[in-house]
């Protein structure tokens, strides 16, 4: 798994400036107290006292020492200057004469403030948070980066180099990954399903596609010859026995992901792989692929009834308009048949045979 997984935007703002900070973050890491100002106070000479109020600022915003003080934004230099009652900045020109003052500075600020070198046992800790994180979740490296450092700075451990920490992602994600596969592979136990997971990544005689192409490609029209396919399907993949397996511990969404990464790729690429993963890719995309067979096939089913009705109701349409005729002459004969039931010109006694010479009682 390549270990270059940073963009640039998280480079330059890995333990560095990567502009003037904001009147926000100045209040925040840059605001000395009275415990903060007694520790500077104890320097001596104005050069010490703000190159080490600098470095204590400096340590709690980027997590880490800076390279070089001069490259400490000015905004940063004249707000921790106002506080120590220095009005020129340029007496930091004046600090470091000695190579070792720097790092005794250094060495007082982190006992005073707590901080620690990234060893044992906080690379063990932060190892099993980022392990958890990627076995449970999909997250993509830069986002872990981001986590790691977020934790580092929380937990006052001075920032590793870059290539360390992205390093360490890059182990972490690889044993999770590797577990993953384990774990699936290790659920085809039994012969009878090894073999029938290998026959997927073969052709048939006389076909041109791998069972794994003809069963990843699922109904594209609505018909009962395509209900008929999808249902066909659906009992393919349930022969593996996969229905039987207990998936319990395997996170959700890395299964998913991995089930859909294994539907993308083409069945070469996974014929390469190694055994255990090829395994954990094969039991992945069967037991995915069996369960969207089943909503395939009910989906195409819903389909094909739903154009039953629609089909029934064109047809029940169609015969109503066909019978309109018929019905507008009945209507005409029965309107006139109760003209004559009320023509009050007629006599009662003679209506029912008036009636009847004009509709008989059969028709």
């Given at each position: 798994?390549?270990?270059?997984?940073?963009?640039?935007?998280?480079?330059?703002?890995?333990?560095?400036?990567?502009?003037?900070?904001?009147?926000?973050?100045?209040?925040?890491?840059?605001?000395?107290?009275?415990?903060?100002?007694?520790?500077?106070?104890?320097?001596?000479?104005?050069?010490?006292?703000?190159?080490?109020?600098?470095?204590?600022?400096?340590?709690?915003?980027?997590?880490?020492?800076?390279?070089?003080?001069?490259?400490?934004?000015?905004?940063?230099?004249?707000?921790?200057?106002?506080?120590?009652?220095?009005?020129?900045?340029?007496?930091?020109?004046?600090?470091?004469?000695?190579?070792?003052?720097?790092?005794?500075?250094?060495?007082?600020?982190?006992?005073?403030?707590?901080?620690?070198?990234?060893?044992?046992?906080?690379?063990?800790?932060?190892?099993?948070?980022?392990?958890?994180?990627?076995?449970?979740?999909?997250?993509?490296?830069?986002?872990?980066?981001?986590?790691?450092?977020?934790?580092?700075?929380?937990?006052?451990?001075?920032?590793?180099?870059?290539?360390?920490?992205?390093?360490?992602?890059?182990?972490?994600?690889?044993?999770?990954?590797?577990?993953?596969?384990?774990?699936?592979?290790?659920?085809?136990?039994?012969?009878?399903?090894?073999?029938?997971?290998?026959?997927?990544?073969?052709?048939?005689?006389?076909?041109?596609?791998?069972?794994?192409?003809?069963?990843?490609?699922?109904?594209?029209?609505?018909?009962?010859?395509?209900?008929?396919?999808?249902?066909?399907?659906?009992?393919?993949?349930?022969?593996?026995?996969?229905?039987?397996?207990?998936?319990?511990?395997?996170?959700?969404?890395?299964?998913?992901?991995?089930?859909?990464?294994?539907?993308?790729?083409?069945?070469?690429?996974?014929?390469?792989?190694?055994?255990?993963?090829?395994?954990?890719?094969?039991?992945?995309?069967?037991?995915?692929?069996?369960?969207?067979?089943?909503?395939?096939?009910?989906?195409?089913?819903d389909g094909v009834i739903a154009d039953i009705?629609?089909?029934?109701?064109?047809?029940?349409?169609?015969?109503?308009?066909?019978?309109?005729?018929?019905?507008?002459?009945?209507?005409?004969?029965?309107?006139?048949?109760?003209?004559?039931?009320?023509?009050?010109?007629?006599?009662?006694?003679?209506?029912?045979?008036?009636?009847?010479?004009?509709?008989?009682?059969?028709?």
């Amino acid at each position: 798994m390549p270990a270059d997984f940073l963009n640039a935007d998280q480079r330059a703002s890995y333990g560095q400036f990567s502009g003037e900070p904001n009147d926000v973050q100045l209040a925040r890491f840059f605001l000395l107290d009275e415990a903060d100002m007694e520790f500077i106070n104890n320097r001596r000479g104005r050069a010490n006292r703000l190159a080490v109020a600098l470095l204590t600022g400096c340590v709690r915003f980027l997590g880490t020492w800076p390279h070089d003080l001069s490259s400490i934004p000015a905004n940063v230099q004249w707000f921790v200057a106002r506080q120590l009652g220095i009005s020129d900045t340029g007496v930091l020109s004046e600090y470091s004469r000695r190579e070792t003052t720097l790092r005794e500075h250094q060495a007082l600020i982190r006992r005073q403030y707590g901080y620690r070198d990234f060893a044992w046992p906080w690379t063990f800790r932060l190892s099993r948070l980022l392990f958890t994180r990627s076995w449970l979740s999909n997250e993509r490296p830069g986002l872990l980066f981001d986590l790691a450092t977020s934790w580092l700075l929380q937990n006052k451990i001075l920032l590793p180099g870059v290539t360390t920490l992205t390093r360490l992602i890059s182990e972490v994600r690889e044993k999770s990954a590797d577990r993953l596969w384990s774990r699936l592979s290790g659920l085809a136990s039994s012969d009878e399903q090894c073999s029938l997971l290998e026959e997927l990544l073969q052709v048939p005689d006389g076909v041109r596609t791998s069972r794994f192409e003809q069963l990843r490609k699922g109904p594209v029209a609505i018909s009962g010859p395509a209900f008929n396919q999808a249902v066909v399907r659906y009992l393919k993949l349930k022969a593996f026995g996969m229905q039987s397996l207990d998936f319990t511990g395997i996170p959700p969404v890395r299964f998913n992901a991995l089930a859909r990464y294994t539907d993308m790729i083409s069945v070469y690429k996974i014929a390469r792989m190694p055994p255990a993963r090829r395994t954990a890719m094969l039991v992945a995309f069967v037991r995915s692929c069996e369960i969207s067979a089943l909503d395939d096939a009910l989906d195409v089913l819903d389909g094909v009834i739903a154009d039953i009705g629609r089909e029934a109701k064109k047809i029940g349409q169609k015969k109503r308009l066909r019978t309109l005729k018929d019905l507008d002459k009945s209507e005409l004969e029965l309107a006139h048949i109760c003209s004559v039931l009320l023509d009050e010109n007629i006599d009662s006694e003679l209506l029912r045979t008036t009636i009847f010479e004009k509709c008989p009682p059969a028709k």
